[in-house]
C-alpha cells in the first residue's frame, strides 16, 4: 500500500497515472509498472494480486504472461520482464524502466500523513516525504497547543482524558505543561507507529526501522521500569510503557526480517530487562534471532523464561520442540565430522540450515562436510556466505582455504590458511592444516622437477607422501585427480603398467570425466601390447565426450596401434631383415614363390589346405609389391597397414593428378 489519496495535493492529472487500481492509494516510490501497458502498481499489491492464479493488468485486464509475447515488440525491442511468484510477467521498477515517469512521481505534491494526529503543516514533494518523517526537527510538539485532540490520536488515554482549561494553559503550571506535552509525545509517537506498521507490512522494513526508531526517540525521555509505571498509579505513563514495548518489540520484528539478529536482541533484551518480561512474542522473537546466530543455549533459555510467564503459549511449546530437535542434530553432525562420516554430515546440516539458514556454525559445519566430499564449489559458496557476516572469522578462512588448496590453488589457499591462523595462532587444526598444506606444495613442486628430469623414482615417492599425508582428500577433489594421474605418469615412464592402471582407476572410479587419467590410462594399455582394451575403452569414453580432442587423437593412435598390431610381418613373411635391399627382398621373393605356390602341394592335398596356401601366396604377392615400392615400405615401416596404405598412396595420386592439372595463371 502507498500514501493515502487524502494526502494528496496535486491535481488528478498529475498523480492519475500513478494510482494503484489494487490498493486505490498513491503507489510507492518503488513501484513497478507493466512493459506492456505501462500501468503502475504498488511493490507489495501486484505480487499478492498474481498469487491468485491472476496473471491479467488489474487496470486493463491484459495479460501479462511473458510467455504470451515474443521476445521482441513491433519495434524490435526486446521486451523486459521479472519473475514474481512462479511466473515470469510483462512487469519491470517503474524507476529503470520509465526513470521520466519515476521522476514525475517523486514530485506530486504532498501533505504530511500525520496532520490528523499532529499540528503538521508541511508540504512537499513526495520524495521528500520519508526525509520530513524522520527529521529530527519536524514535529515538535512542545508547545501544548501543537497537538490536535481528536478521538483516534488520543485513544490511548481516553480513559482519563485531561481537559484543557485555562489554568492547565498557565505556563506557570509546570506539571500541567509537562503532562501535555508527554501526551502530545504520546499522539506523535503511536501516528509514528501507525506509518511504520504500514512499511513493514508492504515489506519495506528498512523504512518501518527508521520510524519506529524516531518514535522510540520522541517517547525515551518518558521512559521508565514497568514496576516504576505501576508505582506512579498514572494511566498515562503505563500507556506510554506500552506503547514503547509495542515499539522495540515491532522493531525487532523488523530487524529480524532485515536478518540484523544482534539488534534484534537488543531490542528484545531492552523489552524484557525494562519494560515488559512477560511478552511471549518477543521471547518468541529473541529466540529466532539466536537461532540464526546459531546459539542454540540461548534460544533455549529465552524459551524457558518465556514459558515460566506464559506456560500455556503454544508458539513457545512448538519453538521448544523445534530447538530441541536442532541440539539433537547439532551434536549428531558434529559427532558425524569427527569420524569422518561426511555424507550423514552433510544431510545433517542441510536439516539444520532449513531451519537457520544464516547460523554461522551451520554453514560452517555445512561447508567442512562438503569438503570432505569434495564438493569444493559447494563449500566456498557456504565459507562466502559466513564471511560476509563475519569478514574475520578463522574457521570460514580455515576451510576456505582448504578448498581452494583442493581445488588446486596451492598458492591461494596456503595464503587463506596463513591468513586462518593469524586469525587464530591457538587453533591446533588450522596449525597442522597449513603445516601440511605447505609440506604437500613443496613435495609437489620438487615431484614436477624430478619428473622433468626423468628421475621417475624419486618423483613417485615425492607423490606417495602428498597422497598419503594430505587429509582430508576426497576423491572427488580435482587434487586428488591431479596427485594420482601425475604418479600413474610416473610409473608409466617407469614400465610399471600395473600401478599406472591402479592409480588412474582410482580416479576415475570417482571422477569419469578426468580426461588426463583417461589418456594415461590408454598408455598403460598400449605398454602391454593390450590394444584391443585401449580401442574398447576409447571408444566407449569417445561417445560421452565427442568433442575432445585428446579423446580423438587417442582414438586414432589406438586404431593405429591395433591395425600395426594385426597385419602381417612381410619381412618375416619373406625372411629377410627390415634392413634388406630391394634386390634381397626380389631374390626372397623368388625362392618363397616357388615354396608356397599352391602347385607345389602333394597330390590329393585337402582343400583346405589348398585354400591356405593360395592365401599365403596372396599375402607374398602383397608384401612383394610394397616392400618393393619406396613409399609404401616407408609407410609400412613406419606402423601402417596394407589398407592404410592404400588409402595414402591413392590420397598421394589424387594430389598430384590435381596440382598437374590446375594451373591459376592459365586462361
Known amino acids: 500500500m502507498g500514501l493515502d489519496l487524502d494526502h494528496v495535493l496535486s491535481d488528478s492529472r498529475h498523480h492519475g497515472a ?14 513497478l509498472v507493466t512493459t506492456t501497458c505501462s500501468h503502475c502498481f504498488c511493490r507489495y499489491c501486484l505480487p499478492i494480486w498474481l498469487d491468485t492464479k491472476r496473471t491479467s493488468c488489474p487496470t486493463c485486464n491484459r495479460d501479462l504472461l511473458y510467455s504470451s509475447y515474443s521476445s521482441t515488440n513491433h519495434d524490435g525491442q526486446s521486451r523486459s520482464s521479472m519473475v514474481i511468484g512462479e511466473n515470469s510477467v510483462m512487469v519491470q521498477p517503474l524507476q529503470s524502466m520509465q526513470p521520466l515517469a519515476h521522476r514525475l512521481l517523486t514530485t506530486i505534491a504532498v501533505k504530511c500523513p500525520l ?4 499540528a503538521c503543516n508541511w508540504e512537499g514533494d513526495y520524495g521528500d516525504l520519508q526525509t520530513h518523517l524522520l527529521s529530527s526537527t519536524a514535529h515538535e510538539m512542545d508547545d501544548p497547543a501543537s497537538v490536535m485532540t481528536s478521538p483516534t490520536t488520543v485513544a490511548s488515554d481516553s480513559a482519563n482524558p485531561v481537559p484543557m482549561d485555562e489554568t492547565d494553559a498557565d505556563p506557570t503550571n509546570d506539571t500541567t505543561q509537562r503532562r501535555n506535552q508527554k501526551q502530545n509525545h504520546l499522539s506523535l509517537a503511536t501516528s509514528l507507529k501507525e506509518e ?45 510503557m506500552s506503547l514503547l514495548t509495542t515499539l522495540y518489540s515491532n522493531r525487532a520484528a523488523a530487524y529480524l526480517q532485515m536478518q540484523d539478529y544482534s ?33 542454540l543455549e540461548k534460544a ?23 530447538l530441541e530437535q536442532m541440539m539433537k542434530w547439532t551434536t549428531l553432525g558434529q559427532n558425524q565430522l569427527n569420524s ?28 567442512r562436510a562438503d569438503l570432505g566430499l569434495g564438493l569444493t564449489d559447494s563449500a566456498l559458496r557456504l565459507t562466502k556466505r559466513v564471511l560476509m557476516q563475519h569478514a574475520q572469522n578463522p574457521q570460514a578462512c580455515w576451510v576456505r582455504g582448504q578448498a581452494v588448496f583442493l581445488m588446486g590453488d596451492s598458492a591461494v589457499g596456503l595464503k587463506l590458511l596463513q591468513e586462518a591462523l593469524r586469525l587464530d595462532p591457538d587453533s591446533s587444526e588450522i596449525k597442522q592444516s597449513f603445516k601440511i598444506a605447505k609440506k604437500v606444495k613443496d613435495s609437489m613442486d620438487v615431484a614436477q622437477t624430478k619428473i622433468f628430469s626423468r628421475n621417475f623414482e624419486e618423483a613417485v615417492e615425492l607423490l606417495t607422501f602428498c597422497v598419503e599425508n594430505y587429509k582430508p582428500l576426497p576423491p572427488k577433489s580435482p587434487l586428488y585427480a591431479t596427485l594420482y594421474t601425475q604418479r600413474a605418469q610416473a610409473y608409466l615412464r617407469l614400465k610399471l603398467y600395473k600401478e599406472t592402471l591402479k592409480d588412474c582407476a582410482l580416479v576415475l572410479y570417482a571422477q569419469e570425466d578426468h580426461i588426463p587419467a583417461w589418456l594415461v590410462r590408454f598408455q598403460a594399455y598400449h605398454g602391454l601390447e593390450d590394444h584391443e582394451t585401449a580401442m574398447n575403452e576409447v571408444t566407449d569414453i569417445l561417445s560421452k565426450f565427442p568433442q ?37 627382398i626380389k631374390k626372397a621373393y623368388k625362392r618363397k614363390a616357388l615354396e608356397l605356390h599352391p602347385d607345389r602341394l602333394p597330390p590329393g592335398s585337402s582343400e583346405e589346405m ?33 589398407d592404410a596404405i592404400r588409402q595414402r598412396v591413392e590420397a598421394a595420386k589424387q594430389a598430384a593428378h590435381h596440382h598437374r592439372t590446375y594451373n591459376p595463371h592459365q586462361h
Open 115 to 118: 496532520r490528523n494526529a499532529v
Open 340 to 367: 569422518q562420516q561426511y555424507a550423514g554430515a552433510k544431510s545433517t546440516y542441510s536439516s539444520l540450515l532449513r531451519e537457520g539458514p544464516s547460523a554461522i556454525a551451520f554453514l560452517l559445519g555445512a561447508a
Open 610 to 642: 589348398q585354400q591356405k596356401a593360395q592365401q599365403q601366396f596372396q599375402l607374398l604377392g602383397e608384401g612383394f609389391e610394397i616392400l618393393c615400392d619406396d613409399f609404401m615400405r616407408r609407410l609400412y615401416d613406419e606402423g601402417y597397414d596394407p
Open 263 to 295: 539488534r534484534c536482541l537488543g531490542d528484545c533484551n531492552h523489552i524484557l530487562q525494562k519494560l515488559d518480561a512477560t511478552s511471549a512474542k518477543v521471547y518468541v522473537r529473541g529466540c529466532r534471532a539466536s537461532i540464526q546466530l546459531g546459539q
Open 196 to 240: 511504520a506498521n504500514g512499511k513493514f507490512e508492504t515489506r519495506h522494513y528498512r523504512e518501518s526501522i527508521s520510524l519506529y526508531s524516531k518514535a522510540i526517540s520522541v517517547l525515551s525521555p518518558y521512559e521508565t521500569s514497568s514496576s516504576e509505571a505501576q508505582d506512579e498509579g498514572n494511566d498515562l505513563s503505563k500507556n506510554i
Open 18 to 31: 500513478f494510482i494503484c487500481a489494487i490498493c486505490q492509494s498513491l503507489t510507492d516510490l518503488d513501484c
Open 548 to 584: 575432445e580432442e585428446r579423446l580423438l587423437k587417442a582414438y586414432e593412435r589406438a586404431d593405429f596401434l591395433l591395425r600395426k598390431k594385426n597385419r602381417v610381418d612381410y619381412y618375416k613373411l619373406m625372411g629377410v631383415s627390415p634392413i634388406a635391399s630391394e634386390m634381397e
Open 300 to 322: 533455549l533459555t529465552y524459551v524457558q523464561q518465556g514459558l515460566e510467564h506464559s506456560s500455556g503459549s503454544s508458539v513457545l511449546q512448538k519453538e521448544k520442540r523445534r
